[in-house]
């Protein structure tokens, strides 16, 4: 099946048409309705594989081929299986690498929420044995001498004392994260041998029913987040057992879903000069480039931008909006349109005339520059705008006409950022949506309706209106 | 009345700041039924309210921290049973006079007095008791109980008390169609429109000009004047309608967190439908994939729908929603006939009768709710007809809806809403027998006794297991037939620029929108 879809707005072909071929030309730089700075040259954008993939050779690999039309609509398990059909191990690995993604993510979401509804705003209520969750919790969120005190607070004798036992000696060594699949494994259940292809097994929910300390003793019923990081850590291993020389990247490419507990990946002195296509293809990382641009961005913050603008796209697309201390986030925003409007001009020179998929492909670029800038403010200290610059990411990936699915990790990371802000309805949402086809997540559903709950007690006082 | 007398002309609208910002043109569901805070009955008023006032606390719409443009300093008194408020210097009133502590308590003995009529007030009545006045900018805001973190709670909108001579406001006041805030904007509701001036004041500074509310008519024609730039925006874009804008150029989708359910209110007291089986048999004949298909466009089994059925009076990601009562997507004519027979219900000549007497339900929906579900009123009719009902459906003006129907005073059988809520959502006042919003004054002891149980529930969990509970009950009994909750999606055209729409109140970060 072809990516084909309806080209729709013939206006967009004049702005198009006047950016194709001589992107660096101002005078031919599109309507008042399209602002931004021309700074990504037509040779950075070819580099690029939504551009590449405009040529058909190029695009042969992945078009219509089972697995890779699955993953890139999101439908991971469908992907895993065709994959496996078609033998294709790296496609099996790239799978499982993004399911990795997904449930870190959890795990990171699990985590805030608990840290704060039986951290922050811990009751004389709340079941002692909860202390264990949060101690979890601020293990994943990089705080070891808090989970410690948090273990510490566990009584004995409980259904979680062993737990709490196994995890303060485990942050007591003083490890490096994460902790060993075998390890996770134990303290979650059975998973299941590693197999590529296959799914682990999941315990059934939920994993603890504790008891209020109050007259009713109500029952709450809590999950252990550490069961996301073995799915994750399960994952992983099934994209390397998949394909060997992942190992070499997969801390570059698993870089924007690690744990605040695990340390931003080394720079790009080890990485392979060449990234492959099928470790690219649906990611808003657009080349070999964008990839070490982002991992030097993390060990150097906006100092990167200048030292990749001359070799990485999504450097060059931001470029305009750092002044060396500062990101301008409208400048990014606007970046972000006039970039995926250059690429799509890119496409039509390289295809040679306009195709429905060219669109859906360019939205990559503008997400790939949206969330750069994020990576770039948060470093920056910049903590609103780079939320604003999320927020603006998430929404674009609307689904539907002309655009693309959403990215589970990805949503799931604004899902836990905002817990991590205690703010609840948007993550509710995205988890939501997402149970029906990751049902482990639900692992992380109680701590976050615990944080709504609390929050819910403590908020202005409403009524609904119509 | 003082609401009915002469509004101003558009043209004769003088504004609060000369600029070289833009207007923005927007259309809403409907115009406001009041700018008053304390009398935010509708989702558009409590977006308008926000152009006009400042509330004591907010949320940051990006990070969620609670913020304050009013307040200087704070400090919690009297061992957490008071809180001591210090407001910022030289904030002005829309008429030039400066806001000070008398205004904050005039405020809070408005929301205080018996006399004063509104919904919101006597939400705040529960846990304030008093305000003192200790300085020209200082007040202590006095608490029945301690209240930990009191800022939180509240999040009220400011008064001027010089425009008041009393503490008893009424809603029909000239001040809810022409307010005095401190809000970025000074807004004047005319016959089709409210116009909000820009104000610039110590605490704001709005680019933007003015903004024009108008009232979305005919859903086409609201996309038609999107797309050709004779407004900027649109509040809620119909459903039918945002696939086409998704892939638009010139106009950008953007998500508004606001969770509401829709639904069908049965009059309880009237004739049959006091019997819960009839009830029961309207829940099941009511064909809710269809109703979804035809009025919204949205196909059973669509992925990531923005259209969810519910169970009950929450939204599936609600943690009150008791995901063990299944939703009813289908109808189910037998079952609903078996019931109705069970009821003493008979059928003559393919018309359900009752007593011996032809059944004719009077079905009413608020009118502007058609923008985003077309023809759900005549959907909902035919399924009724084709079922055995005669019925009467008509459209129902929001002043109607607001005077008549949710303060229990309609002669309606069944009428279809929509309720929106923020991060509380709680239900009381719509199903308790004292309910502030009892749409047909439904009472039920035992939804009574969970009511109750909710609001004095000591810990979290008691109060979410008291509506899990609550659920069950009215998925049985039903009061309501529960239909859906429906996405909410805003466009705006992309001149419009730094719009950051806030959860729920929209508005709160106007100061940064801009348009070319």
Redesign the interface.
Known sequence: MRFALLV??V??LG?VGALAGCAEDESKLPT??VRGTASVSSNLLAQTWPVRMANDEARAAFEGKGGWRQLFIRDYAQSLSEFSRSGNRVGQARVHMELAAVYRQGAVLAANATHHVYGDDR?E?DPVELQYLVGVSRAIRGDAEAALAAFADVPSGASVTARSAAWSTWLSDNPSWPPALEWLDGMSGAMGPVTVGGMPNTPSLPHFEFT?R???R???KANDPTVLLALSEWHLAAARAADAEVMSILPLLMSPWRLPSEPAPVGADDAPAQISDAWLFARTLLCSEDVLFMAAVEADGGAAISQWSDRSPLAAAIAPAWDGDRLDY?KV?DQS?LVMKQAQAAMVETSGTEAGYH?PFAMFVRLGVLQAGMVVADKAGQ??DA??LR?EAL?RM??????IQ?DPAFAMSVAAW?AG??????P??I???LLPDYPALTVARPPL??L??????????????? | MALRRTFLALGGLAMGVLGTGATLKYYEEALPTSLNPLFADTMVDARAQELIFDRLWYRDAITNELSTRIVARHDVAEVGRAIKITLKEGIQWHDGTTMSAKDLCFTVRAMLDSRTPSVVAAAYQEFISGCEIQGPSVALIRFRKVLPNPRERLGFAILPASQFSSTSISPDLEFSARPIGTGPFKGVRARREVIFDAFNNSHHTPSLVQLQLREGGDPLLQIRSLEGAEVEGIIVVPPGSRADLRASDEVSLKSYDLRSWWYVAVNSNRAALADKRVRQALNLLIDRNQLREFAVGVQAGDRNSPCEFISGPFVQTSPFYNRSIPTVPTANRAKADALLKSAGLERVGGRWQFNGEPITLKVGMQANLNNEATDLLEQIGNQLGDAGFDRQTSKVSADEWNQEVVSGQSDFDLVIGKWSFGLVDAVNDLFHTNGRKNIFNYSDAATDALLDEYENAITDTEQKDAYHKLHALLAEDLPYLFLWKLDTKSGWRTEVRGNIITPYFYFTEIDAWKAD
């Open positions: 729709r707005h206006t967009v702005v008042k309705t009751t209520t209020e109050s007259k009713q109500a029952m709450v409208q925003l349109v669109r903590y609103r939320g604003i927020l929404e609307e689904g539907g006409k002309g655009s959403r905002d802000n205690r703010s609840v309805l948007r509710e949402d988890l939501h949506n309706e615990a709504h709950l609390r929050l819910n007690r403590r908020a202005p006082p409403s009524t609904p209106v119509h």
